[in-house]
């Protein structure tokens, strides 16, 4: 039973137990709101310990299903109550409790989770049974709040839909076709980040290459989504980017922790419905409503184009090659879903993405060899010389070693190490009943690493799995093994975009640089959040490469 159901339940049931005994006549003195006050503290923590030390013991349907020893009331399987990283714990119950594809694990204040063990449970959950799992509620809100995106919302027939007349947009021969703009970004941030080093007296200058990647990411998802050139990597502080990513880094903020740790419990909703025009004067939701006006704008001019819109007419009208264009030649989006669909490209892109690019410069700067192997195979395939042609800009995603480079960091990175499902009816898994409201962890990071699914070399970054034999796989010996994108109808639409974009960021900077890190000791440092980002970036030091 969902915290918030027993506790309105209990409260209710005290209230009503008090009105009876001031009826009967029973209150010798004390005020009836004593008594209530009394009664619901008691039946409160009543409550409190059946669930935190019957049910676990006792009454879960779950008790047969394997768990972590050594669980504490208020922490429960947890080391602290509000640990920094959510999935390290997690990834220990994957990696050594024995189990049949579910373990049982206690949140703080023994809030009863399941967690996947095997591929089987992942895939009956994403793919066969994706309709009976969803994102919990405080996921949802969250996911909302940053996007500023009523998408998550979508029943199972909007998304179809959505990914249906999406589909065209996201096709690997559609990216293929805006590789060049792609490719024309990056170039433009290598030739910023030159003239910056031209400029600096200092011979050890040192690059935040965080921030060259953030803009440049910002101005390719600007063209991608929109058809709107931003212009970010020449304006460094134009527009609503700089504070959209101030928020995105304060996600671990005590407000945000307490905020998820309360909604565990509580639906707290209504209560955030009601304060929500003070969110939105609030600078996220300031940022958020300047880039929701610019993709508004962006789609109304598109739309006017187009006139009635009919896939026919809008095709011919030339909406250009912009993930909205498509949208509306599709015909079916009407304007404000036009631009939720926007919202979440362009919140859900350019950091996941980015930081992908972040973790392979910090992999690269740590292995000088893999660096030059690398450096050989696009300068072989783009000479310094080379006039960028589309040809060649399109042959960049065919580059083996690049490609295996992108799909480790992918692997070894996942952007979301943890993620979650609730069972949105009473359903079952691997042939366990699972009662509506049970909430459902996928450790990803351990699924990426696991060794009996990639091999005993798992817990390395190893871009040569990608080759040969282990082109397309890695060599791993299941489907369900990297899930990184997710899985199944809802798993990552934006995923050859993503690996588009990284190819082409990476091959344009180890191109002309040779990439050392001022940071490197202290560069691998994730960042306490629920994303699994480097805490400083990398801070660079770059010697230009001259054509030989
Ligand atoms: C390395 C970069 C990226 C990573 C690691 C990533 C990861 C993910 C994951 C894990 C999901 C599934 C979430 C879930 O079901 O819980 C997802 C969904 C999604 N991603 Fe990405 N993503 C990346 C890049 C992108 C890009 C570039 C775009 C847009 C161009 C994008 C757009 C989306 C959308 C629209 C969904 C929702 C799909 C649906 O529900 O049908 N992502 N992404």
Known sequence: MPGFVASWLSIWVCTCGAVIYQALGRSNGFSSLTILLAIEIV?????????????????????????PPGRTLLRGNRKEVFPDYAWPEIRAAYETI?????????????????????????????????????????????INRLTGSKFNFLSSHGHKLFRKHLRPAFTPGHVRRIMPAIWGKSDKMITLIERGLENDQEPKHIVDLRDYIRRTMWDIFGLAVLGHDCRT????????????????????????????????????????????PILERSQAGKALEQIRSTVRHAALEKQAKCGPPTPSDCVAK?????????????????????????MLFLTAGPNSTGTAVEWAIYELARRPTMQDRLRREVSNCLPLSATSSVE??????????????????????????????????????????????????IPVEAFNRDVR???????????????GD????????????????????????????????????????????????????????????PFMKSEEGMMARLRVVREQ
């Open 470 to 529: 282990g082109e397309g796989s890695g060599g791993a010996t299941n489907a369900y093994a990297m899930l990184s994108f997710g899985a199944g109808p809802g798993t990552c639409i934006g995923q050859s975009y993503a690996r588009a974009m990284i190819a082409c960021l990476v091959a344009a900077l180890v191109r002309r640089f040779e990439i050392e890190l001022a940071n490197l000791e202290t560069a691998g440092r994730v960042r306490p959040a």
């Open 318 to 342: 030339d909406l250009g090659l912009d993930i909205t264009g498509i949208s509306i030649a599709s015909g079916i989006f009407p304007t404000e879903e036009l631009v939720d669909n926007g």
């Open 98 to 142: 024995p189990s049949r594809g579910l373990v049982r694990f206690y949140e703080p204040l023994s809030t009863e989770v399941l967690v996947a063990t095997n591929t089987e449970a992942v895939k009956e959950m994403f793919t066969l049974k994706s309709d009976h799992f969803g994102h919990p509620k405080n996921v949802q809100y969250l």
């Open 43 to 67: 039946a409160l923590i009543a409550w409190a310990l059946y669930w935190m030390l019957f049910y676990p013991a006792y009454f879960t349907p779950f008790r047969h299903l394997p768990t």
């Open 233 to 276: 990597l020449e304006n460094p502080t134009a527009g609503a980017r700089d504070r959209l990513s101030g928020i995105l880094g304060r996600l671990n903020s005590p407000a945000i922790k307490w905020g998820n740790f309360i909604m565990n419990y509580l639906d707290v909703r209504p209560l955030l419905a009601v304060l929500s």
């Open 453 to 467: 699914l990639w091999g005993a070399d798992s817990d390395q970054f190893n871009p040569d799995r990608w080759l």
């Open 392 to 441: 060649l800009v399109q042959h960049l995603q065919a580059l083996p070693y690049l490609s295996a480079i992108v799909n480790e960091v992918i692997r070894y990175y996942p952007f979301v190490p943890l993620s979650s499902r609730v069972a949105e009816k009473d359903t079952t898994l691997l042939g366990e009943h699972i009662p509506k409201g049970t909430i459902m962890l």
